[in-house]
């Protein structure tokens, strides 16, 4: 993990410095700014691994910053934040953040979140593929790209894997449980909105429609399913 780069924006020193040790104690390079305004220059200048982000900062808040820097950024987005509501949560997902955790979750849980977030290839995909097709639809493992037709989709890491994982299992349902617990580690509480905000985000980006989507499919009660047909 040596040349994993970490940008922590953060305007709480003590906290900040805090979080950086921890981090740096486990083999991650992290560095520190405390200003929104001057964080947004430094990701898109450095382009670290992941970005770690507070949303109350000087200059330019945490939901402001991540929406800009996400269509010119591949990274991972954290939100890290003592706001705990739902709607910050989904908004912040919403805005392209790959994780939302709050200031209240032990050190060694947000070190497994930042790890299982740089995992590139699912575990527990029942297939050992590389490539899957699905009519004019590709999706590569190797190259960790997909395409629809001749279009190449703009994904962030987190997105890639979750379509991946869903095409991997293409005709089989996959609950929030499995999903997360392939992709993050962790369970399902019944509260977390990752997957689902996610989900969404996938469908705008393969076409698929939100009010009756056929790519994607929603089982009521079960999970998600990936189409094998209607895919043109």
């Not at 997902?93 to 979750?105: F, N, P, Q, R, S």
């Not at 929030?176 to 990752?194: K, M, N, P, Q, W």
Request: hydrophobic share 40%; with cysteine.
């Amino acid at each position: 993990m040596s040349t994993v780069h970490i940008l922590l924006v953060e305007d709480d020193t003590r906290l900040a410095r805090l979080t950086a040790d921890y981090l740096s104690n486990n083999e991650f390079v992290v560095q520190i700014e405390s200003r929104g305004d001057k964080a947004e220059a430094r990701i898109l200048a450095e382009q670290p691994d992941v970005v770690i982000l507070d949303i109350m900062l000087p200059g330019k808040d945490g939901f402001e910053l991540c929406r800009n820097i996400r269509p010119l950024y591949s990274g991972i987005i954290m939100i890290f934040t003592a706001r705990d509501e739902d709607f910050d949560q989904i908004l912040g997902l919403e805005l392209g953040a790959d994780d939302y955790i709050t200031k209240t979750v032990q050190p060694r849980v947000l070190l497994a979140r930042v790890k299982a977030l740089l995992r590139r290839q699912p575990g527990s995909a029942r297939s050992d593929k590389k490539e899957l097709a699905f009519g004019n639809f590709r999706i590569s493992q190797t190259t960790r790209t997909a395409r629809s037709g001749e279009a190449e989709l703009d994904l962030t890491t987190a997105e890639f894997d979750l379509l991946w994982l869903l095409a991997a299992h293409a005709g089989s349902i996959l609950s929030r449980d499995e999903l997360l617990h392939t992709l993050r580690g962790i369970g399902f509480d019944g509260l977390d909105r990752s997957i689902d905000a996610r989900i969404s985000r996938l469908r705008k980006k393969i076409g698929d429609d939100s009010e009756n989507p056929t790519r994607i499919k929603t089982v009521r009660g079960k999970g998600y399913l990936f189409s094998q047909h209607d895919w043109r």
